[in-house]
């Protein structure tokens, strides 16, 4: 697969690179070291069912949203902060 892409203060220019390449690239950009298994690394996932990470009444299509294992930073070893706990914080005042 040819690329010709400017990812971050790395250029990669006309080269023949391999899916694991192209991965590896992408993973070093966004400074992961393990990959979360949901996710991959990129810290969106698809959801079944519309719910979402709140898992509130859902229709019938496929719904992208924020991985709700690392949520958002795409490192299983480096969780961003937990959406549902800090809504339930945040409606409730706090408690």
């Given at each position: 697969m040819?690329v010709?892409?400017?990812?971050?203060?790395?250029?990669?220019?006309?080269?023949?690179?391999e899916?694991e390449?192209?991965?590896?690239?992408?993973?070093?950009?966004?400074?992961?070291?393990?990959?979360?298994?949901?996710c991959?690394?990129?810290g969106?996932t698809?959801?079944?069912?519309?719910?979402?990470?709140?898992?509130?009444?859902?229709g019938?299509?496929?719904?992208?949203?924020?991985?709700?294992r690392?949520w958002?930073?795409?490192?299983?070893?480096?969780?961003?902060i937990?959406?549902?706990?800090?809504?339930?914080?945040?409606?409730?005042?706090?408690?």
């Amino acid at each position: 697969m040819k690329v010709n892409a400017h990812i971050g203060m790395m250029e990669v220019n006309k080269m023949e690179l391999e899916r694991e390449d192209i991965l590896k690239i992408f993973l070093e950009w966004r400074n992961i070291e393990t990959p979360c298994e949901k996710c991959g690394g990129s810290g969106v996932t698809t959801y079944n069912n519309t719910s979402t990470y709140m898992h509130s009444i859902g229709g019938c299509t496929i719904t992208t949203d924020i991985c709700d294992r690392c949520w958002g930073t795409g490192d299983k070893n480096k969780k961003g902060i937990n959406l549902r706990t800090y809504s339930h914080l945040f409606l409730n005042g706090g408690k």
